[in-house]
């Protein structure tokens, strides 16, 4: 099982557990984590299921498509480590994946 922690903006943190080979959007949305609202169901349309990554993550993670890439230009107030879950399918060297909501989805 892969652990990961969604740290609110008010830092609070709630932990859950996946399996390797599950879409983190699908993930989050089964567990009720507050601020991921995934409008589009993973269509890569809205934006509604950008968190962000810290940088000691990045490396973990797929690539950015040119899709996404365009999707995130879209969403408000975009960090440096901004990615949608709906693209990131969790791998075991995901364990211990920490992921930020941004204030603008709420």
Same mark, same amino acid.
């Given at each position: 099982?892969?652990?990961?922690?969604? +740290?609110?903006? !008010?830092?609070?943190?709630?932990?859950?557990?996946?399996?390797?080979?599950?879409?983190?959007?699908?993930?989050?949305?089964? $567990?009720?984590? !507050?601020?991921?609202?995934?409008?589009?169901?993973?269509?890569? +349309?809205?934006?509604?299921? $950008? +968190?962000?990554?810290?940088?000691?993550?990045?490396?973990?993670?797929?690539?950015?498509?040119?899709?996404?890439? !365009?999707?995130? !230009?879209?969403?408000?107030?975009?960090?440096?480590?901004?990615?949608?879950?709906?693209?990131?399918?969790?791998?075991?060297? $995901?364990?211990?994946?920490?992921?930020?909501?941004?204030? +603008?989805?709420?």
């Amino acid at each position: 099982m892969i652990t990961l922690t969604f +740290v609110q903006p !008010d830092d609070s943190r709630t932990q859950i557990q996946a399996s390797s080979g599950a879409n983190l959007m699908e993930v989050a949305v089964a $567990h009720g984590i !507050d601020g991921i609202l995934a409008d589009c169901g993973g269509n890569l +349309v809205c934006g509604t299921c $950008h +968190v962000v990554v810290p940088e000691r993550f990045q490396a973990l993670l797929p690539e950015q498509s040119d899709m996404e890439r !365009d999707m995130l !230009d879209c969403v408000p107030f975009p960090q440096p480590y901004t990615r949608l879950c709906c693209q990131i399918t969790l791998e075991a060297a $995901h364990d211990g994946l920490e992921l930020q909501i941004p204030l +603008v989805q709420r």
